[in-house]
C-alpha cells in the first residue's frame, strides 16, 4: 500500500524558515519524480517544485525560486522541501505527491499527472 506522509509544518513569522519532509513507503520510490504541491484556502492547488528519481533535477515555480529548494535521500525514502524568506503568501496547505516517470521535466506542476498523495501539512506564514 502506497503511503506518503508529510510533517515539518507550522507557523512562523514572515521571513522565517520551515523544512518539510515526505516519508514514502509501499513503492519503487526511486524511480519516481516527486513533487511539492500547496493549496491555500479559495484558490488551486498548485506545484510548487519537483526533483527527479536520481535527484540530479530540480524545478521550482517561478514565485518560490531562490527560497524554496527541493532534494530527496533515496536511501531514506525521504522527500524534502527546505523553505527560507517565507512570505504569507506562502501559507497553504502543503502536499507532497509521486509520479512515475524519469521525464519529470514534462507537465512537473501538472497535478493530474501524479498518482499518489499525501494528507498534507499546514504552513501558516504571519506577517
Known amino acids: 500500500q502506497v503511503q506518503l506522509v508529510e510533517s515539518g509544518g507550522g507557523t512562523v513569522q514572515a521571513g522565517g524558515s520551515l523544512r518539510l519532509s515526505c516519508a514514502a513507503s509501499?513503492?519503487?520510490?526511486?524511480?519516481?519524480?516527486m513533487g511539492w504541491f500547496r493549496q491555500a484556502p479559495g484558490k488551486e492547488r498548485e506545484g510548487v517544485a519537483a526533483?527527479?528519481?536520481?535527484?540530479?533535477?530540480?524545478y521550482y515555480a517561478d514565485s518560490v525560486k531562490g527560497r524554496f529548494t527541493v532534494s530527496r535521500d533515496n536511501a531514506k525514502n525521504l522527500l524534502y522541501l527546505q523553505m527560507i524568506g517565507l512570505r504569507p503568501e506562502d501559507s497553504a496547505l502543503y502536499y507532497c505527491a509521486a509520479r512515475k516517470t524519469y521525464a519529470c521535466t514534462i507537465a512537473w506542476d501538472f497535478e493530474s499527472r501524479y498518482g499518489y498523495w499525501g494528507q498534507g501539512t499546514q504552513v501558516t506564514v504571519s506577517s
Open positions: 509501499g513503492y519503487s520510490y526511486s524511480t519516481y519524480c
Open positions: 526533483i527527479s528519481p536520481d535527484g540530479g533535477n530540480t
